[in-house]
């Protein structure tokens, strides 16, 4: 794709794309040439998420004519998976593409910019980071880590997980051993689970040896690519912990600095396409993987019932705000949060969830010709 073309298009498409006319004029910037390094948490090439952080350097470098290349490692060819945060603080690598959540031990707020428990949806998520301060809270939360933070993909509303028996009841939780990182675990051990955070390469043989009961990772798509189904059938629908899971790369702050004017907005014009087109993408590929799971592999679908609900509901306030007491800048970010939260409750519930319910009423619309 030739570099003028690519840019016109994302700039169409991303909020941050506005500064390209200068990147178009800038004259000569892409003397010389820059090798930079990628770490993921991610499986070599896995769908969705390995194959999204390859093709967000493989934009980079497009729209910068080959001046910005960057080599992508997946998890374990140059760091674990969870030490992705730490190569880029430190400097052994550049850039890292994965879920901010997975950081919260360095920082609690850091699970504001993937999902906490019923939260923003995609694009509620952006709507805060670009209309409601949310990105500059960002900048002031990583650049404490030395890191300049982007989202760059999300995976949209992501499955409650797979279980080995069912949840009818609140009891249902005690004792379960569940794959799960950010908040979701913390709202489940308040409810007698054990929560566990495992990379995602990790979860089939822990679920099939038996080292746990359970797990969320993403949704069909890649739920499927693990075979997660060749184990347990229970397949609950939807998350309350990820409604929306936002995936972030984070650059060394040194080496965000170093870029000029140019490479900064084709940057974050490429992060932003990226963003729409992987939400796109999760969406397609759910839809039919679902189908095969249920058709082919006869996974039961099931739902938590509406007093479990609310039961989380409650815990996962009473952890929100618990959170938000951490310290001042945590209590800045969780009310930016939330205040994006409830404007975007109050227009949804007067635009979208009206319209949505309408599709349902005459179910015979739009049947294939």
């Known amino acids: 794709m030739k570099r003028r073309s690519f840019l016109k298009t994302t700039a169409a498409a991303t909020v941050g794309a506005a500064g390209l006319s200068s990147a178009l004029s800038a004259p000569a910037y892409a003397t010389g040439k820059r090798k930079l390094k990628m770490v993921t ?3 070599k090439k896995f769908p969705g998420l390995g194959t999204r952080a390859e093709q967000f350097a493989k934009d980079i470098e497009t729209a910068t004519d080959g001046h910005l290349r960057i080599k992508v490692y997946a998890a374990n060819e140059l760091v674990p998976p969870l030490a992705a945060f730490d190569a880029v603080r430190g400097g052994k690598a550049d850039i890292y593409h994965g879920s ?22 995609t694009m509620e998520q952006s709507q805060w980071l670009h209309y409601g301060g949310g990105q500059k809270l ?3 939360l990583s650049g404490k880590f030395n890191i300049k933070a982007l989202v760059c993909t999300n995976s949209g509303v992501q499955m409650g997980g797979w279980f080995k028996k069912e949840i009818n009841s609140l009891e249902d939780f005690k004792g379960l051993r569940i794959r799960i990182p950010g908040l979701g675990g913390e709202v489940l051990k308040r409810l007698g689970a054990t929560p566990v955070t495992k990379a995602g390469g990790e979860i089939y043989l822990a679920l099939s040896q038996g080292n746990i009961d ?4 993403v949704g069909p798509w890649n739920d499927m690519a693990f075979g997660f189904h060749k184990i347990t059938k229970y397949y609950y629908t939807s998350a309350f912990q990820e409604p929306g899971a936002a995936i972030a790369a984070g650059f060394n702050l040194d ?3 170093s870029f000029s004017k140019a490479d900064k907005a084709i940057i974050t014009a490429v992060a932003g396409d990226n963003y729409q087109k992987s939400l796109a993408e999760f969406n397609a590929r759910n839809a039919m993987s679902l189908r095969v799971l249920v ?3 006869g996974v039961l679908l099931r739902t938590y019932s ?6 989380l509901a409650r815990i996962s306030d009473e952890v929100m705000q618990e959170i938000a007491m951490t310290d001042d800048l945590t209590k800045r970010i969780y009310n ?5 939260r409830r404007a975007a409750m109050e227009w949804r519930a007067i635009a979208d969830e009206p319209y949505l319910r309408s599709r349902h009423l005459y179910e015979n619309f739009g049947k294939r010709l």
Not at 214 to 217: G, H, I, P, Q, V
Request: no cysteine.
């Open 138 to 140: 960002w900048d002031e």
């Open 255 to 257: 080496v965000w600095n």
């Open 214 to 217: 359970a797990s969320e990772w």
């Open 41 to 43: 948490t991610w499986p």
């Open 100 to 121: 901010e959540y997975y950081w919260q031990g360095k920082h609690k707020a850091f699970s504001f910019f993937t999902a906490i428990p019923f939260g923003l949806t």
């Open 295 to 297: 058709e082919k592999h």
């Open 306 to 311: 509406d007093e479990i609900l609310t039961a």
């Open 336 to 340: 930016s949060y939330m205040d994006t």
